[in-house]
């Protein structure tokens, strides 16, 4: 059974809460059945509801990654109290390389871009950390490299699932895995209102050509990768 992030419980001040792409990722992943037996990563994990998912989902082991000591901290407590099979580390994703390879790679990374002006007082702190969010003027900060190191990180005939926002460009996403030796694929999307974030920066966005002009939702998905 996996953890519903509605039924997450609160989340402490300083660590990105399980919103709707968190739940996407899971959903992909128990619809594909690829917890069961598997060695697992979850990277950006946050409050830790996906790696939590995956241990619950029946997951040999889960180990998880996050930069922000808050995020990890809160992880582990929750880990500890579901007695879950998850071992949280305190570092960015990359750091994953050094326990992998894995057969599963979870992600839901920073992903949104960031306007050129500081719009951080139109943001609520319950959005969680700043960090947590903003990718670079395209959104793909992390994306990119996190494409890049795809095939250092899954063993042969593994999956990766990654989550972002159709405004940091899937297409890009799809073309870099593929361009690295996997097949790569959307597997699902979900069309959302607008959260915190992007509310800030919607306009801007638009502007940008980074959301279809008079678009009130958000269209957020999910890309699986898998190695030859």
């Not at 989340?11 to 968190?22: C, I, R």
Request: hydrophobic letters at 50%; a negative charge.
């Amino acid at each position: 059974m996996t953890t519903a992030y509605t039924d997450f419980g609160i989340t402490p001040a300083g660590v990105y809460p399980p919103q709707e792409d968190s739940q996407l990722l899971i959903d992909a992943m128990t619809a594909a059945g690829l917890a069961p037996g598997a060695r697992v990563a979850d990277l950006c994990t946050g409050s830790g509801v996906v790696a939590l998912a995956a241990a619950q989902a029946g997951a040999a082991e889960v180990a998880a990654f996050d930069i922000s000591p808050a995020a990890v901290a809160h992880a582990r407590r929750t880990a500890r109290a579901a007695g879950a099979n998850m071992v949280v580390h305190r570092g960015s994703w990359a750091r994953a390389t050094e326990f992998g390879p894995f057969d599963v790679v979870l992600a839901n990374p920073p992903y949104v871009p960031q306007a050129p002006v500081d719009d951080s007082n139109d943001i609520p702190m319950a959005a969680g950390p700043a960090q947590a969010w903003n990718a670079g003027a395209d959104g793909r900060l992390v994306l990119d490299p996190m494409c890049a190191a795809a095939p250092l990180l899954l063993a042969e005939g593994g999956t990766m699932l990654i989550v972002h926002s159709e405004c940091s460009n899937a297409e890009r996403t799809v073309h870099a895995l593929r361009s690295h030796g996997m097949t790569a694929d959307i597997v699902a999307q979900q069309m959302i209102p607008f959260g915190p974030v992007m509310t800030a920066r919607a306009d801007w966005l638009k502007s940008a050509g980074l959301l279809p002009q008079g678009c009130e939702m958000e269209r957020i998905l999910v890309i699986r990768a898998d190695a030859p």
